[in-house]
């Protein structure tokens, strides 16, 4: 593990490394979809700085009320940690600020949905990579099997073997993040963001079942349940617009010429 990379008198922290590597990665993605849909280009990084401080804000808070009995005594203190980033909450928080920029914009709709898709599914693999290499606790249970990891050194150490789920979550969500934008023509507008709640909340709901978080209800984690209302959300969605338009594909110019008659 590396939680920390010391160049001369300069340590660097592993997992902010991965932080603004998955946020370039994301701007980098945004950028070429704009100049697809014929948008400024520039507009890739206001809307990544808008997402960085909302989700940074949006994270720190939700930390605050998942773990109040426990920094209760030091809530300004512990607001301005540099530890406790969680990820339902920078993407809450990350998501407000997107819409404010995009209603400053005049960019609110449908498409600025699909345009995030991608970008939000690469920037949550490159985020796993820094947890892995920062051994932050978002490993597993404990496991013997054939790819188990220990964390001895990592922030949050074990010497138990267990499953290295950020590895998983890793190739789970790059896979997820080439699939949207392989498809990001195909379908009606919006339709793309309904499939990356459907993926993003099938998968993080999978990898709980691995992962060291306790149950709160149903025997599930506060992070399953919110992977079902992700789900539902999706689902729901792509259900509305096949029953509103009957096909989920794009229509294009070409499918709406009707053939001459008699040909």
């Known amino acids: 593990m590396y939680p920390q990379i010391h160049i001369g008198p300069l340590t660097l922290q592993t997992f902010g490394l991965m932080f603004a590597l998955a946020f370039l990665a994301a701007g980098a993605l945004v950028w070429k979809r704009l100049r697809e849909l014929g948008k400024p280009g520039d507009w890739a990084y206001e809307m990544g700085f808008a997402a960085l401080v909302g989700g940074i804000v949006g994270s720190r808070v939700y930390f605050l009320a998942q773990n109040y009995s426990e920094v209760k005594h030091d809530l300004l203190g512990n607001l301005f940690s540099g530890s406790g980033l969680v990820w339902y909450g920078g993407a809450i928080g990350g998501a ?36 892995q290499l920062s051994g932050d606790g978002d490993y597993g ?32 969500m790059g896979l997820g993040a080439w699939m949207l934008w392989q498809l990001r023509d195909r379908f009606r507008t919006g339709v793309l963001f309904a499939i990356y709640l459907l993926y993003a909340g099938g998968e993080r709901f999978l990898v709980e079942f691995l992962r060291r978080n306790d149950a709160v209800a149903l025997g599930l984690t506060t992070a399953q349940l919110e992977s079902l209302a992700m789900m539902l959300a999706g689902a729901l969605w ?11 594909a794009k229509v294009t110019a070409a499918s709406t010429i009707k053939p001459a008659a008699g040909l």
């Open 238 to 248: 792509i259900a509305a617009v096949r029953r509103r338009h009957g096909s989920l």
């Open 96 to 131: 407000l600020a997107v819409l404010l920029w995009a209603w400053y914009r005049g960019f609110l709709g449908l498409a600025l949905l699909d345009l995030a898709a991608p970008a939000l599914a690469l920037g949550y693999a490159i985020g796993r990579c820094g947890c």
């Open 141 to 172: 249970k404990p496991w013997d099997g054939p790819w188990a990891m220990a964390y001895p050194d990592g922030t949050v150490p074990t010497d138990r073997t267990v499953h290295p789920t950020p590895v998983y979550e890793t190739l789970a």
